[in-house]
C-alpha cells in the first residue's frame, strides 16, 4: 500500500503494510525506511492531541485514520512547520491567554447531572489543534482566536462555579466571536465530535446580554436609515 | 536563578508549578512535548478520595485498602499523608473548575462530586469525569497554569541534572527544535517525568516515550531507586496494538474466553491475578479474547462507545458480533526514584521527585485504581511546596557548566558515532524480552538469561546510532536517547526481579510462588561512585 507524504522538500511516496493505522504507518518508514520522516505523536488511542496532520486535506488523528492506499499526508495549517510533518503548536497555543480560558473567580455552586451535561462535550477537548488548522478565517485573520479557544471560553462562561463570566466575555470581543464565520469547518474535523460553531454562536447570544454587540453590523454603512420598509410597521 | 525548575509537564508536573508559585517561588516548567500530551491525559477510572458522597467512607478505609494492596511493601506514613490530603486535593481541584462527573443531591461543592466504585475499594470512592477524568484534570490544570502565568519551555528533552556535592544545582536540555544543548540553573528541581514502563515495548499502554528518563538522570547523578521490580500489567489490552481496554469491559459483564471458548478466571479479581492467569493461557499457546457480545450492540454502544470504536480501528472487528483478541500488558511502574518523606530524592539533596517516576512508597508491589491521579495531584503539591521551601536557603551560586559541555560532547559523539545495527530494532527486541523473560510470571534462570541478553545489548550500543544527521527537529536522535535510557534502566529492573525471590503483588516468581517475610523491604539501587 502507497501513502505520500509532504515533506520539507517535496512530497514523497512510501510502501508500507496494508490495513494499519497511519501512525502505525508513519512509525513503520521511520523504523525501516527513512529515520528522518519527522512527525509528533503520543498515545496512540486518540486522547493525547499530539498526532493531528491533514490527510488529504482533511484534519485527522493519525492514531485513528486507517490508511486505504495513495493517501497524501500533509502537515496542520497555520502552523510553522518545524520539518515535514512537525509543527510548532506555540502560536495557536497563545490564543488560550488571550482568551483567558480559565476559572476568573471562583464561587461555590450547587452543581448537578444537568450541569456536568451542560459542558461534557467541551471539556472532551484534546488540544490537537485540528479546527485550528481547518478555520478558514486563519487565512485572513492569524491574530482570529479560533475555535478551541473559544469552545474553551464558552466551557468556562458556562460553568456555574465561574463568578466572573464578564471577564472572559469581554476577552472574546476582538478577533473572537464576532470573526467566525460560522462555516462549520471546525465541528467537521473534530476528533471529539465537538462543535465549536455552536459554541461560538452561543458565546454571541451572551456577549450581546452583557452589553456587547456586533461590530459589523454597527460598522455597516446603510447609507441613510431608510431601511427600504418600515421597521415599525407603520406605528 | 529560577527557584523551582519542574521538569516533566504532565499532572504531576503542573500541579507542582502552581504550587510552587502559590508558594511565591519563580517557576519554570520544561517538558519533552506540549504540557496537554502526558500521559495523565490516559487516565480514565478516577480519582480516591474518601469523600463519601455515594455512601459511607472514610480516611481509615482509603488507608487500610491502599496499604492491603500494597502487599506490605508501602510506607504506612506515607499512605496516610496521601489519603488525608485526598479530600482537600479535590476541594482544590474543585475550585479551579475541574468538571467533575455529579450527583443530583441537592447539594453544592464537593459533596456533588460523583464517585463510582473501582477494584480493591471498600467503597464508591473514585471521583471521576466520565471517562476522561486524567484528561479533563490535566486540561484544568493547565488552564490554570496559563491564568498563573507560569512559565513553560516546551519541546526540551531533559539530559542530566547538574549536582556538586550532591547538591542539584540545575540540568540540561536538548533544544529538540534547534540541537542546541542548554544548561538551566535552579535553586531546587522538581523532576516529574513519568514512568518507565514502554521499556515493554510493543507490550505496553503507554506512550512510546515513558521510558523513564526522569528515574535514569536520578541514577547517572548518583542518586537512587527503588522497587524497580514492581510493574503492574493490566489484563486486557488488544493483542495487536496494545491499546487498553477499560477494566469498565468487565465490570460490565465481559467474559474471559481461550481459545477453547473456555471461562479459566473470575473476570472481577484484582489486575495482577488476571492478567497472571491470562498470561498462563498464553503462553500454552492459546488465544484469549474479552467476549462482549451477550451485552449487545445497543448497551455496548451506550457503556462502551469508545472501546467498540477502538476495537474497529485497531483490531478490525466488531465487538458485538466477533470475539475481542487481548494480550495482559505493561501498564502502570510502582518503583522509581527513591524519596523520602519530603519527596526529597535520596542522594541528591534539592531535587525532588514526583508522580509516576518517583516512588513515594504508596503503591507498593501494586497499586490500587485511583491512585495515581490522586499521588501526582496530593503529593504534586506537596512537591512544589518543598521545593520552593528548599529554594529560600538554597545557594545562587550557578554551575561553572562541567556538565554542559559534557553532554555537548556526549550529543556530538552520537552524531558521528556509525550506526551498523538498528536501534529501532533493538528496542523491540527489549520490549519482547522483557515481555517474555521480565514480565508477570517470572523464573530465575529466564531472568538470568534476561540480564545477559541486555548486557550483549548494551555492550552493542556503540554499534548504535542514529541515520538522520539532521541538527534540528531530529526526532531520530530523541527516540535514540530514550532508548539509551531504557537500557540503561533494564539491568536495574531484572536485578531487582532476581534479588526477590518470593511473590508479592506486581512481582511473581513460579519458583517463589508465596510471600516471604524477609523480603517485605524495599530494593534501593545506587551506582557506586567512582572516587
Redesign the interface.
Known sequence: MKIKIQRDKSIEEFEVSPSMTLLAALYEIKEDQDASLTFMAGCRASVCGTCAVRVNGKEELACAYKIKGDELVEPLQYHPVLRDLRVDKNRAKETLVKTTAWLHESKEATLTHNDEKLTEKQTDCILCDSCYSACPVYAVNPDFLGPFALTRAYRYTTDKREGDAKAIIDNIQTNGVWDCTLCGECTAVCPKGIDPKMDITMLRGTSLQFGHSDPNFATQSFGTPDFGFDPNGGF | MIDVLIIGSGGAGLTAALAAKEAGASVLVVGK??P????T??AQGGMNAALGNAGEDHIALHVQDTIKSAHGLCDEDMVRQMCADAPKTIEWL????V??????N????VE?V?QRQMGGASAKRACY??D?TG??IL?TLY??C??EKIDFL?EHYFLNLIVKDGIAKGATFLDI?TGEVKQINAKSIIIATGGYASLYHGFTTN???STGDGVAAVLRAGGAVSDMEFIQFHPTALKH?S??ISESARGEGGHLLNSEGERFVDELKPRDEVARAIFKELSEDKEVFLDVRHLGEDKLMELLPQEVA?CK??E?IDPAKELIPIKPVAHYSMGGIDVDYALEVTGIKGCFAVGECSNAKVHGANRLGGNSLLEITAFGRFAGENAYKHSIYASTKPDEGRQLQKDRAHIKNIYTQKASV?F??QREQLGKLFYEKVGIIRENSQLSKALDEVIAMQVLSNKIG???K?A?????LI?FLEFSNALLLAPTIISAAIARDESRGAHYKVDFKEENEDFRKHIVLQWKRES
Open positions: 512535548s506540549y496537554t500530551n502526558s500521559q491525559s490516559m474543585e475550585s479551579i473548575g468538571p467533575f462527573s455529579r450527583l443530583d441537592d447539594k453544592a461543592g456533588t460523583a469525569a466520565q476522561y484528561l479533563k486540561h488552564d490554570t496559563l491564568k516546551d527544535r506512550a512510546y516515550g496494538s491499546i487498553l477502538l480501528l485497531h478490525h538498528n529501532y530494532t542514529i541515520q538522520d539532521s534540528t527537529n531530529n526526532t531520530n527516540d
